[in-house]
């Protein structure tokens, strides 16, 4: 199946998953994750009906950017950000995904200031407690969201998760139904500069199990794209 076929179906899905859980399609936002996907076919979901796309890495992000600006784009930095390299991004993407630390939350505020922005970024949290991946710990998120109050160029904007790995996407539906509470749990703390828009949880292999627990950003790739080389 090409682009074409594979969007549709990922849509009836998101659709379907949707209705599920008391909502429509257009209430999930789909980002396409285009990790080692060339310009072509990125142009090519983008002409059929792909609005948001998910980076990686920034170097991805920095080389496509340019190539990309005639198609009508909302970019979204996904993968572990270094502070470092914040600097190259911002002026580019909509939504960082994956801020994990209060040292790159700072880093992404003075770097917003800069360029007289407000940043839009969600918190990483590490639900499952994989050593292998990124992310803040559930408990620590209280004592994040006191240090980050100062950061006027920075708008937390909700929650992100990656579930660990399994062929049973029945198997992870604990980890996204605990990001859920946790993100309810914020909301109703109504902190200043938090607004809890977006839960970011679910990929190609358990986007439909994730909108059921109330994602309304999907992250998929092979499900569009096909499997990576």
């Not at 379907?16 to 999930?28: M, V």
Request: with cysteine; charged share 30%; hydrophobic share 40%.
């Amino acid at each position: 199946m090409g682009i074409r076929d594979n969007l549709e179906l990922v849509n009836k899905r998101i659709g379907e998953a949707a209705a599920a859980s008391g909502r429509k399609r257009e209430d999930i936002k789909l980002v396409a994750v285009t990790k080692t996907v060339g310009s072509e076919n990125i142009r090519e979901a983008a002409d059929l009906g792909v609005t948001s796309i998910g980076e990686n890495r920034v170097q991805e992000i920095i080389s496509k950017y340019e190539d990309l600006k005639d198609c009508t784009l909302e970019w979204h930095m996904i993968g572990h950000l270094q502070r470092n390299k914040v600097k190259y991004i911002i002026d580019k993407v909509s939504l960082i995904h994956s801020v994990d630390t209060i040292a790159l939350a700072r880093e992404i505020n003075k770097r917003a200031e800069k360029i007289r922005k407000r940043a839009n970024v969600l918190l990483q949290i590490n639900v499952s407690g994989e050593e292998s991946k990124f992310g803040m710990e559930p408990v620590t998120v209280r004592d994040f969201l006191q240090q980050a109050e100062g950061l006027k160029n920075i708008h937390i904007r909700g929650l992100m998760t990656i579930a660990p790995f399994t062929n049973n996407p029945e198997e992870v539906r604990p980890v996204f139904a605990r990001l859920k509470e946790l993100f309810e749990a914020i909301k109703a703390g109504k902190s200043e500069g938090v607004d809890m828009d977006y839960l970011s949880m679910g990929m190609t292999g358990d986007y439909e199990v994730a909108i059921e627990e109330g994602a309304n950003i999907v992250r998929v790739g092979t499900g569009i794209f096909g499997a990576r080389g």
